[in-house]
């Protein structure tokens, strides 16, 4: 089954330890991104990548890092999360580039305390 | 970088009406222009993107209009029914930068 997996789905962490959400999917496509959902806010792209190695930042990178070593995985690293990263984290991949259609990943809900 | 505004923020209808939701955007190289829709706890998903080589794609009881000069595009979900009833966002592709901007989302509730 195509699908873009997450893990973990939910997290409660506390301030300063770092946390890596994974993100894989099985559909070989180039491009995957990552998103965080506020109330009011709508969806807001952190970081994304067009291949293997290639990187870039979205909107609100600050406090993030990526890494894409492989084409399945785009793994989010927060290093020292603070409680203004507490959010709703999605992945998404598409085919090619960002002009494709978008499959996310079920959603990953992080608390910071 | 691309600022997309959507409007309105939450949207009530009878079932059986129509329902209009728009967005405007600021960057004149945006060419793809999607539409997502996200249930109650769900994740979101496509339903009706358009390019901007195109003025106007209908799938069944939903459209999608695009008025470049004009920077805008908006969703028209017809004879709308209770399972319409989810949060609906705009996203926009900045032209050569792959960058994804979302609109803020629309709450749509269908009333039966």
């Known amino acids: 089954e195509a699908q873009v997996t997450q893990n973990p789905r939910y997290l409660i962490t506390v301030t300063g330890k770092k946390l890596t959400v994974t993100c894989s999917q099985n559909?070989?496509?180039?491009?995957m991104s990552w998103y965080r959902q506020d109330p009011g806010l709508g969806l807001r792209q952190i970081y994304y990548?067009?291949?293997?190695?290639?990187?870039d930042k979205g909107d609100v990178p600050e406090g993030y890092k990526v890494s894409r070593k492989e084409k399945r995985n785009f793994p989010l690293i927060l290093e020292s999360p603070s409680p203004n990263q507490t959010s709703l984290y999605f992945c998404?991949?598409?085919?090619?580039?960002?002009?494709?259609?978008?499959?996310f990943g079920p959603g990953t809900r992080l608390t910071v305390l | 970088g691309e600022n997309v505004e959507q409007h309105p923020s939450t949207l009530s209808v009878q079932e059986g009406d129509s329902a209009v939701i728009k967005c405007t955007y600021s960057?004149?190289?945006?060419?793809?222009f999607p539409w997502y829709k996200q249930e109650l706890g769900k994740r979101p998903q496509l339903i009706i993107d358009?390019?901007?080589?195109?003025g106007e794609k209908k799938d069944q009881r939903i459209a999608v209009t695009l008025n470049k000069t004009a920077k805008h595009f908006s969703l028209h979900i017809t004879e709308t029914q209770p399972e319409d009833s989810a949060v609906y966002f705009c996203?926009?592709?900045?032209?050569?930068?792959?960058?994804?901007?979302f609109g803020t989302g629309t709450k749509l509730q269908v009333i039966p």
């Open positions: 998404a991949s598409s085919l090619r580039t960002g002009r494709n259609e978008q499959f």
């Open positions: 990548s067009m291949n293997v190695e290639v990187t």
């Open positions: 358009i390019r901007s080589n195109v």
């Open positions: 960057d004149s190289a945006s060419n793809y």
């Open positions: 996203a926009v592709e900045a032209g050569g930068y792959q960058k994804v901007t």
């Open positions: 559909m070989n496509h180039e491009y």
